[in-house]
């Protein structure tokens, strides 16, 4: 029964050991949402209007643009996938990767190449093991991005979009992140940036309203001048927005999943002491019988002398 005891008390200690990291891992992921979540407040104004700024420009006239032109037979699209660098976050990383999975397949079936660009060092695992092409990644940022980081993602593809097909270049531009909507609820999402769909565009909707009328523009230049000025920043501000979302869900999945882990690991504890008093009660239990036993037949061997 000694034996078992200490190999109980071994296991408290470890659980216990790692019950302290767990809870630590939870406090500094919850820190870190609440700047997340007021970059991402910071950010996301800035991207809707500069996208509202881009649509204004290209319903307003009638220059054909890679920002606004749909391809008429298109044949490659490039896909950024964003994950993350660490691990500890529960499905975060393998969710967004299921996501970007089933875009490519959708794209495939389209007729169309599909070229991969990744961000974290998840995502560039996962497709390094099972040998699969990536174009470009980038990795060491994932729970704290800049704007220069996006600036740096984002000059690749824009040369692959503005880059011919016959030269390697894409006609389409997919992101799929991660968007955060709340502490318990982060959604794999994929969007395409480029062309900009204008279907349901914000200044279209505000022309047909009643008593609003659709304005008129004058561009200087040109107006593909002003696009071709708009497209690195309209590029730049909506992978920014991405990768910031992405940090807030990551952030709030690794608390999530660490507050779950302590949880888990307070309960093992408290099974293992309960097990372990078990064991103690039962081997106090052997010794006393051990001693009663002994004293009794010490008595009786004393007896049997005596007669």
């Known amino acids: 029964m000694g034996a078992q ?3 109980y008390k071994r296991r408290i200690k470890s659980v216990t050991a790692t019950k302290k990291i767990t809870k630590a891992m939870e406090m500094i992921a919850a820190s870190r949402i609440v700047k997340a979540q007021r970059q991402v407040a910071a950010s996301t104004p800035y991207a809707s209007e500069l996208t509202r700024a881009v649509t204004a420009v290209a319903t307003g006239s009638t220059t054909r643009h890679a920002l606004t032109t749909e391809a008429e037979n298109p044949v490659r699209a490039a896909v950024l996938l964003v994950t993350s660098d660490r691990g500890l976050a529960g499905g975060y990383s393998s969710n967004a990767i299921k996501a970007a999975e089933a875009l490519t397949e959708r794209l495939r079936a389209e007729g169309k190449d599909v070229v991969t660009y990744i961000v ?5 695992s996962y497709y390094g093991f099972r040998e699969r092409p990536v174009a470009e990644s980038w990795t060491g940022f994932t729970d704290s991005p800049a704007y220069a980081d996006a600036k740096r993602i984002a000059g690749p593809l824009i040369e692959a979009v503005q880059r011919d097909t016959a030269e390697g270049g894409v006609d389409e531009l997919h992101i799929v992140f991660t968007e955060f909507a709340s502490m318990m609820t982060q959604t794999p999402v994929d969007n395409r940036l480029l ?7 914000p200044v279209e909707q505000e022309a047909a309203a009643p008593g609003r009328i659709l ?3 004058d561009f200087e230049p040109s107006a593909e001048g002003v696009l071709d000025a708009l ?19 990551e952030h709030a999945a690794r608390r999530r999943a ?7 690991a307070e309960e093992l504890i408290k099974s293992l002491s309960r097990l372990a008093n078990a064991a103690r009660q039962a081997e106090i239990t052997q010794e006393i019988s051990e001693i009663v036993g002994g004293a009794s037949a010490l008595a009786d061997a004393t007896a049997g002398s005596d007669n």
């Open 195 to 201: 062309p900009l769909s204008l279907e349901k565009a």
């Open 231 to 249: 497209l690195p920043r309209y590029v730049e501000s909506r992978i920014y927005n991405a990768l910031l979302q992405a940090a807030a869900s």
């Open 120 to 124: 974290g060092r998840k995502g560039v």
């Open 215 to 217: 304005p008129l523009f």
């Open 258 to 264: 660490m507050k779950s882990a302590t949880d888990n």
């Open 5 to 7: 005891l200490r190999v």
